[in-house]
């Protein structure tokens, strides 16, 4: 009887001795993983501006020259839209501009034409004004004079105003040159920044309308993360706050990042959260960018659809933990 007494306080000491532990355990992991005052922390994935390459004028797609996944430089060409049509229109805008000024050389050849016409008729005036005082014509002649000279002038200033105009049709013409010039050069489609191609949305031969999608280029140096936080916490963070991202794929890199952006109003959290209080709670949408200068060093690690977590300092005072430095 004392035996198995014996026995049974020792399998009950046994047990409390591994509860005790269990409840040890647990209890550090919940000290580890709890955040100071002053930090706070959202669930996220890893996003990245994209930008559409599209078609400033609709057209018929001559050649894509880059795939998903391929490395893009600023200003590089990606794409080519034919351009025949528009350069069968060049060449008869430019053949506008040389006949436009050969009408501009035989006006001013008119108006020269019409100068002397006028330097002639008012010298036959003035002989005709002397004849007439000395009564040696006729006020007829005087007269026919008279008009040949008034004449002369509203034919000089048509041909003047001839000239105005073929200037101004050169203008247009030169204008319109310059139009299908653009035209064409717009026709080349290319890259606005440096990033990396993550969609390609058409192929040769397709016929797009203006502002068709060709392709999507991802940014790798805009990469951010977008959080939640609760009214509370969203009103004590600052834009330009210190913040850090942790990559479930990657738990041990901790990722500098720094808070651009706090929504202006609140609205409901997403539905990716679970919980109902959470789901009823009002909360502020946070925009968390990573640093550039890590981007360049490890921007291959940071792949967007990721998720992870980011961790925002709230108080300028705050200290990160140690597993956040």
């Known amino acids: 009887m004392a035996s198995r007494l014996a026995k049974k306080w020792k399998t009950i000491a046994i047990v409390l001795t591994i509860a005790a532990i269990a409840i040890g355990f647990i209890l550090q992991i919940f000290q580890k993983s709890e955040l100071p005052l002053g930090i706070a922390s959202g669930n996220g994935r890893i996003e990245a501006v994209e930008v559409d390459i599209t078609t400033k004028f609709g057209g018929r797609l001559a050649t894509v020259l880059v795939h998903e996944g391929d490395a893009v430089e600023m200003n590089q060409a990606l794409a080519q839209i034919d351009t025949k049509e528009l350069d069968a229109q060049l060449r008869r805008a430019e053949a506008e501009v040389r006949r436009a000024r050969q009408e501009k050389n035989a006006a001013v050849a008119v108006i020269a034409q019409r100068k002397s016409e006028l330097s002639l008729a008012k ?10 005082e000395n009564d040696s014509i006729s006020l ?3 007269q026919r004079d008279e008009t040949a000279v008034q004449t002369a002038k509203a034919t000089l200033a048509a041909a003047r105003a001839q000239l105005s105009s073929t200037e101004a049709a050169i203008e247009a013409a030169i204008a319109n040159t310059e139009l299908l010039k653009v035209q064409i050069e717009d026709s080349v489609l290319k890259a606005p920044i440096t990033g990396r191609v993550l969609y390609r949305l058409a192929e040769p031969g397709e016929v797009l309308s203006a502002g068709g999608k060709v392709l999507t280029v991802l940014d790798p140096l805009d990469v951010y993360m977008t959080i939640f936080l609760p009214t509370q916490q969203a009103a004590r963070l600052a834009v330009g706050a210190d913040a850090r991202v942790v990559l479930d794929g990657i738990p041990d890199m901790v990722i500098p990042a720094k808070v651009t952006f706090v929504a202006p109003r609140a609205q409901f959290t997403p539905k990716e959260v ?13 925009k968390v960018k990573i640093q550039p200068e890590f981007l360049k060093k490890y921007g ?3 792949k967007t659809g990721v998720p992870g977590e980011a961790y925002v300092r709230i108080g300028a005072g705050s200290e990160w933990p140690d597993q956040l430095r």
């Not at 010298?123 to 007439?132: A, H, P, Q, V």
């Not at 679970?274 to 946070?286: P, W």
């Open 123 to 132: 010298k036959d005036l003035e002989r005709s004004k002397g004849l007439y």
């Open 300 to 302: 291959e690690l940071s």
């Open 140 to 142: 007829e002649q005087l």
């Open 274 to 286: 679970e919980t109902r209080t959470e789901r009823e709670k009002l909360m502020f949408r946070i």
